[in-house]
């Protein structure tokens, strides 16, 4: 989603909010802008539809030169992708003698009345946006406040919703104000230059060292300075910390897309976030945070809530706390979970899932759910000092890098770890023998190896895919904890290879999809070896009888053999408990190479985007 870098040096900055911006592309956007104060100090602004290419194309042919500057990548929210809808948005006497610069992330949902009131007092607007209402605002809180943070200060507390805003002027031209509410903004440190940006990722080549903004923030950048003040106006504190994010983490390496680059760093992804998880045999609980037993043990429900493929690894975490941690568990889509009266059970965790730790609505269900009478919270994150992370009782950190391809992969198969490592640390407060816990720590120790092997299946996978080039709808079946598996399959097939795809509990296949049986609609069908194995067998001969071609990822001991219209990929044999995780690899396998041979764009496809900052 839209992405913000800014900086404040005394080199020229133009290189450095173009690359920040590239760094920025995976997240998802369509237009893109840059706007740098120079040395007569002007606002000069170039701004481009499609990719940052197309942007860094025109600056390379028109330079901007200066050391202040902001920077965007936009994804449309309201008004088109457009040049001049993309940001900065400017304000000044007139479009040729702009002071004013703006970029900014959210949605400022009473944009309509403030337009007419900015309308009124003159103002012009050149675009749809509910950004250029910012640009205008502080133009006019301006003309009666004696400093740009105040005028900032001023204009955004006329807002409702939610905004990650960076403001220049060029009259001050070594500053900039920068304020942040529902969305992430982060300062980054540097020697006598000061940077900020959306996302730390956009700032590592030039510093390692970041400031975290806390919610109602407005903060003054200078060179040499940086001054924060929280929503009450208040000069605060805001504590700074080096980060260790490798620099070669946004380099795909030897491999042509970061989504495979990142299938394949599973292994590695797994075994960094076991770390720590273990005293010898026993689970950690300080890999949850402070006091985390004491928190578990006063628990009688938890209630998981998280959206697109985080939601999946919880729909999964379902079966394993109800069946190995002996405790109530549901799972709901943050959207929907914000938007309803629901009723709380006693002694209920919240649990949200989150590889960015910036979504929206699972931080707006955060926030309900502790307004709401929840007892804790706990969130299985993968970026340390994310919203959701500071807003949580605990934390489970995943530790599976950044994760750069737009689909998520590793950070669905480390937050699986993650919560099963949850269900064995909650389980024991309830009197999980002894027994299965050794078994499930066994498995998850085991668990890299495994998944090496499950990669193994690399080359078929890519010959089946062949099957699917033609092809519009496909249909996925599992049962159990595979069902959401399932359902992973489908949303990654259809993310990036743009083949509709359904997920359907096997059970279900004679309530309805079995009509949609045909021999242009293949089904592909997860196949560990368990208790349900026999029924998923039943489930394939009706679709066999009717005519369906199938794909069966199935266990080497579950016996399937492969004829016209069924073909068997075996998958290494693995304990049941960790069956879930290990049938996902070859699903994401298939999905990538689909895509490749459909030639979409695996890392960004189109519409979607990485972290979804609005609602
Ligand atoms: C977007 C991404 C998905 C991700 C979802 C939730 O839709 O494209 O890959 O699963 O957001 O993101 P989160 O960061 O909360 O896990």
């Known amino acids: 989603m839209c992405g913000i870098v800014g900086a ?14 590239r760094r920025l592309e995976y997240r998802g956007y369509d237009s893109s802008g840059v706007a740098i104060i120079d040395k007569y100090n002007a606002v000069q602004r170039t701004r481009r539809v499609g990719k940052v290419q197309e942007l860094a194309d025109a600056l390379h042919a028109n330079p901007l030169s200066g050391g202040t500057g902001i920077a965007h990548t936009r994804w449309a929210t309201h008004g088109i992708p457009s040049e001049s809808n993309a940001h900065p948005h400017v304000s000044g006497d007139g479009a040729q003698s ?33 950004t250029e209402v910012i640009a205008h605002l502080v133009h006019f809180e301006l003309q009666t406040s004696e400093t740009l943070l105040e005028a900032v200060q001023k204009t955004v507390k006329q807002f409702e ?30 020697l006598d230059e000061n940077f900020i940006a959306s996302d730390m990722m956009a700032l590592l080549p030039v510093t390692r060292k970041f400031m975290f903004l806390e919610e109602g923030d407005v903060a003054q950048v200078t060179r040499f300075d940086v001054s924060v ?30 989504m495979m680059k990142e299938i394949f760093e599973q292994p590695t992804a797994v075994r960094n976030t076991l770390e720590n998880g273990f005293n010898g045999n026993d689970i950690n609980y300080d890999a949850f945070g402070h006091n985390a037993e004491e928190i578990f043990k006063g628990i009688e429900h938890v209630q998981i809530i998280a959206c697109g493929t985080s939601y999946h690894s919880g729909m999964v975490a379902r079966y394993w706390l109800e069946s190995l941690a002996n405790i109530s568990c549901s799972v709901e889509i943050a959207s929907e979970f914000r938007y309803r009266k629901s009723f709380v059970p006693k002694k209920s965790l919240i649990v949200t899932l989150s590889q960015s730790g910036e979504t929206a609505d699972t931080l707006a269900a955060l926030r309900l759910a502790k307004e709401i009478g929840y007892q804790s919270s706990l969130c299985v994150c993968n970026v340390p000092g994310s919203s959701l992370v500071r807003e949580s009782d605990l934390t489970f950190l995943t530790k599976a890098g950044a994760e750069i391809g737009v689909a998520s992969t590793k950070a669905f198969t480390t937050q699986l770890v993650g919560l099963l490592m949850m269900t064995i640390a909650i389980g024991k407060t309830r009197g ?9 720590i066994q498995s998850l120790k085991a668990l890299p190896n495994t998944l090496e092997s499950a990669l193994t299946l690399d080359k078929p996978i890519e010959e089946l895919a062949e099957d699917f080039a033609d092809k519009h709808h496909s249909l996925f079946l599992g049962r159990g904890a595979q069902y959401p598996i399932a359902m992973e399959g489908a949303l990654k097939l259809k993310e990036i290879s743009y083949i509709h795809a359904e997920a359907y509990a096997a059970g279900e296949l004679k309530h309805g999809p079995l009509a949609l049986i045909d021999a242009k609609m293949p089904v592909i069908v997860v196949a560990p070896n368990n208790e349900l194995l026999e029924k998923l067998k039943s489930n ?41 995780i290990v049938y996902t690899l070859p699903l994401q396998l298939l999905s990538y190479y689909v895509a490749i041979i459909k030639g979409t764009d695996v890392d960004q496809p189109r519409n979607l985007a990485k972290s979804v900052t609005v609602e």
């Open 8 to 21: 404040v040096a005394q080199r020229d900055v133009m290189s450095i909010l173009v690359e920040g911006l």
């Open 98 to 130: 702009a002071n004013i610069a703006v970029v900014h992330n959210g949605i400022i949902e009473n944009h309509g009345p403030l337009r007419e009131k900015l309308k009124k007092a003159g103002y012009e607007f050149t675009s749809q946006t509910d």
């Open 161 to 190: 919703g939610a905004y990650g805003t960076v403001v220049l002027d060029s009259n001050t031209p070594e500053k900039m104000v920068v304020a942040r509410s529902g969305s992430p903004l982060v300062i980054g440190l540097g």
């Open 229 to 258: 003040y929280n929503k009450k106006g208040k000069l605060v504190e805001r504590e700074s910390k080096e980060h260790d994010i490798s620099h070669e983490a946004s380099d795909k390496g030897e491999y042509r897309h970061y």
């Open 432 to 440: 999980m023998d002894e027994t299965q816990q050794n078994n499930i």
């Open 540 to 580: 394939v001969e009706e679709v066999r009888a009717r005519g369906g071609l199938m794909y069966v990822f199935a266990d080497v001991n579950a016996h399937f053999e492969s004829d016209d219209t069924l073909k068997v990929l075996n998958v290494v044999h693995c304990d049941d408990v960790v069956a879930p």
